[in-house]
């Protein structure tokens, strides 16, 4: 009995969570938290020299403060822009005729005698099959996030991730992102375009009563989902 009660029980919460949009993405939100680097005492190099290199700044100029390390800030241009159209049509006929020419006696096997011959048979058959379908997708974003370098791999590439979270009225906005992404594609500015992230994920998803009010209930879903009509 105790089982079935605890079964029981963990079904019905997980269907409560399931339900419960802003709990779900909250919990995605964990996965996204920032990497901090340690915190540690700048070296110091000496009084200056006047030089163009600065071997402390990684670069060649000391105002070059691109990321490039595990916990460096990346600000990502998000200018994606998708449109796919796709039409087809179908058509198919097909006619069949024929004709059976018959004797013109008939053996009667009831009278054991030949009936008069009668007009030739013909049949035929006519099939004939059309159809058409079409699709057109499209959609735009626009904007920019700032995201962290999670990863460093040994031919420079970085594996950056960030999510920004907007609070408001009664819900919640999340746009999320994830990829890879070269230094060589990094503006002086520290700045990157999102179609240059390899294997990039973004997401933006709504939760709280607004996004809940647009979704169908977890009972519906099910019995559409077992439903065989």
């Known amino acids: 009995m105790y089982d079935r009660f605890l079964v ?36 110091d190099h000496g009084a200056p020299t006047g030089a163009i290199y600065v071997a402390s700044k990684g670069g060649l100029f000391a105002t070059d403060r691109r990321a490039r390390e ?9 200018s994606e822009t998708f449109a796919a159209t796709k039409s087809q049509t179908a058509a198919s006929a097909k006619t069949d005729a024929f004709d059976v020419d018959l004797p013109v006696g008939i053996p009667n096997i009831f009278t054991g005698g030949f009936d008069k011959g009668t007009d030739p048979l013909k049949a035929g058959t006519s099939r004939s ?25 040994e031919n ?18 999340y746009v999320r992102l994830t990829g890879l992404v070269r230094p060589e594609d990094i503006s002086a500015t520290n700045l990157i375009v999102s179609n240059r992230i390899a294997d990039a994920e973004i997401t933006y998803v709504g939760a709280g009563e607004v996004a809940d009010s647009s979704r169908q209930g977890w009972l519906s ?8 009509f």
């Open 70 to 78: 595990v916990g460096d800030i990346l600000t990502v241009s998000l």
């Open 129 to 153: 099959f059309s159809g058409s379908g079409s699709a057109a997708q499209s959609n735009s974003l626009t904007g920019f996030l700032t995201v962290t370098v999670t990863r460093v791999f």
């Open 221 to 228: 879903r099910t019995m559409r989902a077992i439903s065989p």
């Open 8 to 43: 029981f029980f963990i079904l019905a919460l997980g269907l409560l969570l399931s339900g419960c949009s802003t709990y779900v993405e909250n919990q995605a939100s964990y996965a996204f938290d920032p990497i901090y680097p340690e915190a540690h005492m700048p070296e």
């Open 156 to 173: 420079g590439n970085m594996e950056i991730a960030g999510q920004k979270k907007l609070r408001l009225n009664n819900g919640d906005e």
